[in-house]
Nanobody, 125 residues
Framework: QLRLVESGGGLVQPGGSLSLSCAAS????????IGWFRQAPGKGQDWVSC????????RYADSVKGRFTISRDNAKNTVYLQIHSLKPEDTGVYYC??????????????????WGLGTQVTVSS
């Protein structure tokens, strides 16, 4: 059974940086597309980024392009999300999710079968 565990969240000042991790267990990471989503307080879930299995092609939501970097380390079965120039609107719970069925990663939550419990990111001075 696949299990995903996020870590690395915390309280950071605007303009700061964080590195989030998504550790997978139960299934080799190179079988999986991994997506990152976030949910701000009182709002719906938004797609942030994803990375494909195979060539590891990254994709980003327009709102985070140039500030977020997704990467994967198959040997460690972990996907990373580096976040720079944090803004208050980046506040939320960040979730990683895994898909093994589709041809590529996407921003559609429905395509992901497994989800972690999330890690809280709070951007505030």
């Amino acid at each position: 059974q696949l299990r995903l565990v996020e870590s690395g969240g915390g309280l950071v000042q605007p303009g700061g940086s964080l590195s989030l991790s998504c550790a997978a267990s139960g299934v080799p990471l190179d079988y999986l597309h991994i997506g990152w989503f976030r949910q701000a307080p009182g709002k719906g879930q938004d797609w942030v980024s994803c990375i494909s299995r195979g060539d590891g092609s990254p994709r980003y939501a327009d709102s985070v392009k140039g500030r977020f970097t997704i990467s994967r380390d198959n040997a460690k079965n972990t996907v990373y999300l580096q976040i720079h120039s944090l803004k208050p609107e980046d506040t939320g719970v960040y979730y990683c999710a895994a898909d093994s069925e589709y041809n590529d990663c996407s921003g559609r939550p429905i395509e992901y079968d497994y989800w972690g419990l999330g890690t809280q990111v709070t951007v505030s001075s």
